[in-house]
C-alpha cells in the first residue's frame, strides 16, 4: 500500500472538506460526538451546565450551529474516504453510527477509529466498515497486540512519539495500515516514513501536499 495522506480534522467543517478535496488527500478525519441523540462532527467538547463548547484554544457559543454527521456525508461530492473518530465514553457513539450508517445507504468504505475500542467495534459489525484502533500512550500500545492478532482489525493509529522501527515493524505484520499522528512538519513526516508507517495524519496543507507528492 502506498503512503496515505490523511486530512486531521477535515471534516469537521464543510469547508474543511472542500479545502482537503481541493488537496487531494486519501482520507478525511472527523472527531464524532453524541449531542442528544444526534451525532456531530466537532473537535469541541460540551462544558456541562455552561453555555459554551471548548477545545484547547478555543471557545464557541453551545449554541453555535453544529455539523451532523448525516450532512457532512450527504454533502460529499468527491467519493471522499472518511474516517470517524469516535469520542466519548461507553458504546452509545459506536451504536449510533452504526444505525446511521447501515440504514441511511452510504456504502462506501468507511474507516472508524477510537481510542474507545469498544465504541469502534460496534461499528466494525457492517461490511464496509474498515476498523482502526488508535494508541496514544504506553498502556493503549501494549493492549494492541491482543487485539490486533486475530487478523480482523484494519488498521492502528498510533503517537508518533510511540513508535520506533522494531513496534512499526511488528504492527505491519498484523494490520494493513499503520497510521501516526500528528506529523505537522516535514522533517518529522521523513522520520515516521523512515520508521516504515504508510498513514500519515496531519494538520498542515505542506505535509499533506508533500505525502500527495511522493504518492504520485
Known amino acids: 500500500m502506498s503512503l496515505l495522506a490523511i486530512a486531521h480534522r477535515a471534516g469537521n467543517s464543510l469547508s474543511g472538506?472542500?479545502?482537503?478535496?481541493?488537496?487531494?488527500?486519501?482520507?478525511?478525519?472527523?472527531?464524532i460526538h453524541r449531542h442528544r441523540n444526534r451525532l456531530e462532527a466537532t473537535h469541541l467538547k460540551s462544558a456541562g451546565p455552561f453555555p459554551f463548547l471548548w477545545d484547547r484554544w478555543e471557545l464557541v457559543p453551545a449554541s453555535a450551529p453544529?455539523?451532523?454527521?448525516r450532512e457532512l456525508l450527504e454533502a460529499d461530492r468527491h467519493g471522499t474516504t472518511f474516517m470517524l473518530d469516535l469520542k466519548g465514553i461507553g458504546t452509545g457513539v459506536g451504536a449510533a453510527v452504526a444505525r446511521l450508517l447501515g440504514t441511511d445507504g452510504h456504502r462506501r468504505a468507511v474507516l472508524v477509529c477510537?481510542?474507545?475500542?469498544?465504541?469502534?467495534?460496534?461499528?466494525?459489525?457492517?461490511?464496509?466498515?474498515?476498523?482502526?484502533?488508535?494508541?496514544?500512550?504506553q498502556r493503549e500500545l501494549?493492549?494492541?497486540?491482543?487485539?490486533?492478532?486475530?487478523?480482523?482489525v484494519h488498521g492502528v493509529s498510533v503517537h508518533n512519539s510511540l513508535l520506533d522501527e522494531p513496534v512499526v515493524t511488528r504492527l505491519r505484520g498484523h494490520v494493513e495500515v499503520v497510521m501516526t499522528w500528528p506529523i505537522n512538519d516535514l522533517q518529522l513526516l521523513d522520520r515516521m516514513v523512515d520508521l516504515g508507517v504508510n498513514g500519515v495524519i496531519s494538520d498542515e496543507p505542506e505535509v499533506l501536499a508533500e505525502v500527495v507528492r511522493r504518492r504520485g
Request: aromatic share 4%; net charge negative.
Open 66 to 69: 453544529r455539523l451532523g454527521l
Open 114 to 137: 477510537g481510542r474507545n475500542w469498544r465504541a469502534v467495534e460496534e461499528v466494525a459489525v457492517l461490511e464496509h466498515v474498515r476498523p482502526v484502533l488508535s494508541a496514544r500512550n
Open 142 to 152: 501494549a493492549g494492541l497486540w491482543p487485539k490486533i492478532s486475530g487478523g480482523t
Open 17 to 31: 472538506l472542500h479545502a482537503a478535496n481541493e488537496l487531494g488527500v486519501d482520507v478525511i478525519e472527523c472527531d
